[in-house]
Nanobody, 121 residues
């Protein structure tokens, strides 16, 4: 069954850290670039970070460069997002997906349930 399951979110104070995980199943994970997106209330979903299938290439949104690190373990079909020096503006629901585009199921874009990250004092 094709599935993306995100976890690791929570409530953290500004300056704190979290590590998100996304376990993928039902498709050729190791052959796909993977990405993390986030969506804050009332805003469009935005690309945060991406990593190539061979782990060599990573890219980050300017807003998270130097603070977030994407990684993956192809033996575990898992992609991670290490988030350090968190800011209130990082508050959002975080999702993973393939890159570019999204997983398609029955002709529709598929997204997992996401994991909520709240940065607040």
């Amino acid at each position: 069954q094709l599935q993306l399951v995100e976890s690791g979110g929570g409530v953290v104070q500004p300056g704190g850290s979290l590590r998100l995980s996304c376990v993928a199943s039902g498709f050729a994970f190791s052959s796909n670039a993977m990405s993390w997106y986030r969506q804050a209330p009332g805003k469009e979903r935005e690309l945060v970070a991406q990593m190539s299938d061979d782990l060599w290439t990573t890219r980050y949104a300017d807003s998270v460069k130097g603070r977030f690190t994407i990684s993956r373990d192809n033996t575990k079909n898992t992609v991670y997002l290490q988030m350090n020096s968190l800011k209130p503006e990082d508050t959002a629901v975080y999702f993973c997906n393939i890159y570019p585009g999204t997983i398609i199921i029955n002709g529709y874009p598929y997204w997992g349930q996401g994991t909520q990250v709240t940065v607040s004092s």
